[in-house]
T-cell receptor, first 113, second 111 residues
Framework: NAGVTQTPKFRVLKTGQSMTLLCAQD?????MYWYRQDPGMGLRLIHY???????AKGEVPDGYNVSRLKKQNFLLGLESAAPSQTSVYFC????????????FGPGTRLTVT | RKEVEQDPGPFNVPEGATVAFNCTYSNSASQSFFWYRQDCRKEPKLLMSVYSSGNEDGRFTAQLNRASQYISLLIRDSKLSDSATYLCVVNRPNSGYALNFGKGTSLLVTP
């Protein structure tokens, strides 16, 4: 099993450009998450999904949109990138039961110039 | 106040030393507690869950005090391979089991 994969691994955008980050998991997990990590800060929740077709806002949702059309995929969109969105983006997934572990993807390093 | 606060570090210790990390959390409704490990520029990986009764996994011991909202991690007999950033993590209530992360404490174990 590949676990959680993220595409792309690296990307450089110009201010105002748009892009979509793809997260895929092959573990049949119900829950999926997008976090961002900035230097000197903990991971912060952007959006999350508790199942196919559902999404919800996290701590820092502004400037991002998400979609979960298929259970295995969770897409994060930046409509008009800003330098403040330069960050490392991590996707994670978990089952829907109790204290199960969140599994993280390898991250996408995004720079907005 | 930040949801999860940790010792800022960094901690530089010699091989074989015992090192302790502390963490406090602000939301008393939190139910799940973890320590994650993050290596440089990599994704976080679960080190261990933390239970009220305390739990041990080899050289690692985690403790939870719900009354004072305090979590700790003890590493005995440090190895060079323990060098990493240790993240104190608490669940976000009513957010689909999402997590709140501390900023992390950096550990460097030296020969």
């Amino acid at each position: 099993n590949a676990g959680v994969t993220q595409t792309p691994k690296f990307r450089v955008l110009k201010t105002g450009q748009s892009m979509t980050l793809l997260c895929a998991q092959d573990m049949n997990h119900e829950y999926m998450y997008w976090y961002r990590q900035d230097p000197g800060m903990g991971l912060r929740l952007i959006h999350y999904s508790v199942g196919e077709g559902t999404t919800a806002k996290g701590e820092v949702p502004d400037g991002y949109n998400v979609s979960r059309l298929k259970k295995q995929n969770f897409l994060l969109g930046l409509e008009s990138a800003a330098p403040s969105q330069t960050s490392v983006y991590f996707c994670a997934s978990r089952t829907g039961t109790g204290l199960s572990e969140q599994y993280f993807g390898p991250g996408t390093r995004l720079t907005v110039t | 106040r930040k949801e999860v606060e940790q010792d800022p570090g960094p901690f530089n210790v010699p091989e074989g030393a015992t090192v302790a990390f502390n963490c406090t959390y602000s939301n008393s409704a939190s139910q799940s507690f973890f320590w994650y490990r993050q290596d440089c520029r990599k994704e976080p990986k679960l080190l261990m869950s933390v239970y009220s009764s305390g739990n041990e996994d080899g050289r690692f011991t985690a403790q939870l005090n719900r009354a004072s909202q305090y979590i700790s991690l003890l590493i005995r007999d440090s190895k060079l391979s323990d060098s990493a950033t240790y993240l104190c993590v608490v669940n976000r209530p009513n957010s689909g089991y999402a997590l709140n992360f501390g900023k992390g404490t950096s550990l460097l174990v030296t020969p």
